[in-house]
């Protein structure tokens, strides 16, 4: 007599990457629900406040100074002109918090994937399910964040809506990617690589201040850079303004997302199945 | 004969120069309980990585059910328990959790699984600590844990790599009696173990490894009558005169080993040889007489001694 979860694994059996794939990346999401529903949630919520913080003090402090500021869609507040860098800053911190800490402790500490990959899950099953966690985060942060700003009448137009969408494709891009790189790092020591990175990342993205003060060289060094990408990306989504740029910037974040999968894929595939 | 349920040919396995597995052969039969007793380091736990499908063999050949675990890995991890040597339980999660979650994992449904864990957890005995925090438990109920755990998908071969290395003998005796529960419902079973005794009550059939080789393979009883006497005679004279005396005795016993402590004189009856040796005029300082072990037969295969 063959058990349930034999004939659940034979039903997959010769379809197309049935070696990392068995279908069931919705379980390891579970995985997070259970853990999530009974302690990690006053974490989430301090993550929320982050850029909250950064739009009250930078918005209101320095808006004071610096008055209205004149873009391409019109007057507006300064407030208002940093808030979807904030917003894409917001999504890829929800993002980058999972995908990297919570998962360099799972894999280097708890032994969870090898306890996941010692069933009939697959690999992609795996980094699947913890990017699309870690993408909840992200989404969850951006959409809070577009209710505050709401609540602060910086929202003009129906069209900000979209930052929602948008954030989450920028989350997706940090959470994948995320991973992949957390999945190659071999202490805790080379996790600090992340606030290297992070840090100037932000404060050169752009979200305070025009990239117009930058040389040519910097500017487009900064607009490739994922931040950059996303923040263009939020800032036209919240616009209505659906040129080919829009295309660009969302393709730069699906070959993200691809890159980082298949990262993670093989690499959690090198670790745990050689 | 039918077909084995697992069959290993020139298994190898090797990190870098370094070879853990070294072209072993072996069949387990359906029902069977079949064990892997070896030192540290011979290469027990690797194996049963390559069984497991978590890990690929270098060369060699092996099928379980018929299936190669490099072409159809998770369709047999779908018919594996695997209890690992270091238990991987979800420290964020109850007990009930769990087995919950990894049922889950196995794709099987909530109504399945949730009519399955009262019975997992009577299994393990750990009714009471249903909503606990597997952080809050011993180090005994952590294993049975990770034994109900890995019943849940219903397996046809429940792995288990040295099941009850750090245990104290209650707790070990608990696992030992479930672990026959399992057998008699025609689970099979691989266990590793460098316990002889618990090759000895829980193996129908073993292979003893060694530096990533089989130095021998049979039954437990049959090991012994093969490589050792039925009894053993242990004397210790003190560390000065063991040395010495070893000379004197070797003519009587049928084999002598000498370790750091005390010489192991083989000989069908030890009363008998102990008498012998008295007539001498020897009077070791103490004397013992036991039957054979598989530790005995490890000392005859590789001159060494299992646990140092
Ligand atoms: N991932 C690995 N990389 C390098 N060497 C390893 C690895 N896993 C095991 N070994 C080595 O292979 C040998 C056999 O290990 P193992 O199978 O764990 O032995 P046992 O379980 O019998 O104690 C040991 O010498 C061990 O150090
Ligand atoms: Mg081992």
Redesign the pocket.
Known sequence: MTSDAVALSERRQGKFGDKYFAGRPQQVLLRNWLTFKSSAWIAVVSGFFEPVLYLLSFGYGIGELVGNISTSTGNISYAAYIAPGLLATSAMNGAMIDSTWNVFFKLNESRLYKAMLATSLGPLDVALGEIAWALMRGGLYATAFTLVLAGLGLVTSWWALLAVPAAIIVAFGFASFGMAITSYMKSHHQMNFFEIFLLPMFLFSGAFYPLTVFPGWAQAIIKALPLGQGIELVTKAMAGDFGIHLLVNVTYFIVMICVGLYFTTKRLNALFM? | MTEPLIRARGLTKT??D?I??DGIDFDVAKGESFG?L????????????IIGATSVRTSGTLTILGKDPEVNGPQIRAHLGVVP?QDNLDSELTVSENIFIYGRYFGLSSSFINKKIPELLEFAQLEEKKYTKVEALSGGMKRRLTIARSLVSEPDILML??PTTGLDPQARHILWDRLFRLKEQGVTLLI?T?YMDEAEQLCDRLIV?DK?KIMAEDSPAKLIKDYSTKEVLEVRFGSERNQEMVEILRPLAQRIEVLPDRILLYAEDGEQLLEQIAAKGIHPNTSLVRRSSLEDVFLRLTGRTLVE
């Open positions: 050689r | 990190y870098g370094f853990a597995v892997f070896g030192p540290n380091g011979a290469g027990k736990s690797t194996t049963m990585r040597q790599d040295e590793t460098h490894m990533g």
